[in-house]
């Protein structure tokens, strides 16, 4: 599937900063990625109309199952007000236990710099998940681990 472009659901104000939320989500089997897909679809016609919403991408890589999401916000409040908004929460409750592991790296940038590119969201989102995996490792270590 091609990459879902860049979409602009409001405009942003000039000068000032936007919250730009980065994920790689990984479904743990192929059986569970048709699902995951289409319900896909339905959060992206929500983040499409959703208020606070500056901008928004997606890629699916389906035979990887592996889907990548990248949006930028006017604010955290209008981000967690969109994750807590139908249908966006039930499908994040319901396939949680699909998913094999899921990275999120959030960072803030003028919005003159919008869109951001994907090259800089993976980039970013590799950083966290090596961050992520050698803080477990480190946990693991300690006694009574």
Same mark, same amino acid.
């Given at each position: 599937?091609?990459?879902?472009? =860049?979409?602009?659901?409001?405009? *942003?104000?000039?000068?000032?900063? +936007?919250?730009?939320? @980065?994920?790689? $989500? ?17 959060? =992206?016609?929500?983040?499409?109309? *959703?208020?606070?919403?500056?901008? +928004?991408?997606?890629? @699916?890589?389906? $035979? ?82």
């Amino acid at each position: 599937m091609p990459t879902l472009p =860049w979409t602009t659901p409001n405009p *942003a104000r000039p000068q000032t900063r +936007a919250l730009v939320m @980065a994920s790689r $989500l990984q479904v743990a089997s192929f059986k569970d990625v048709p699902r995951f897909f289409l319900k896909s679809l339905a959060v =992206w016609q929500q983040v499409r109309k *959703a208020p606070g919403a500056l901008g +928004a991408s997606l890629i @699916a890589q389906p $035979l990887r199952r592996t889907f990548w999401t990248l949006s930028a916000w006017e604010s955290r409040e209008g981000l967690n007000t969109y994750v807590r908004t139908e249908p966006h929460y039930s499908t994040m409750t319901s396939l949680r236990s699909t998913m094999n592991g899921s990275t999120f790296v959030f960072w803030e940038v003028p919005t003159e710099q919008l869109p951001i590119t994907w090259a800089d969201a993976k980039q970013r989102v590799a950083d966290q998940r090596r961050a992520d995996e050698a803080a477990a490792d480190e946990a693991s270590r300690r006694p009574g681990a």
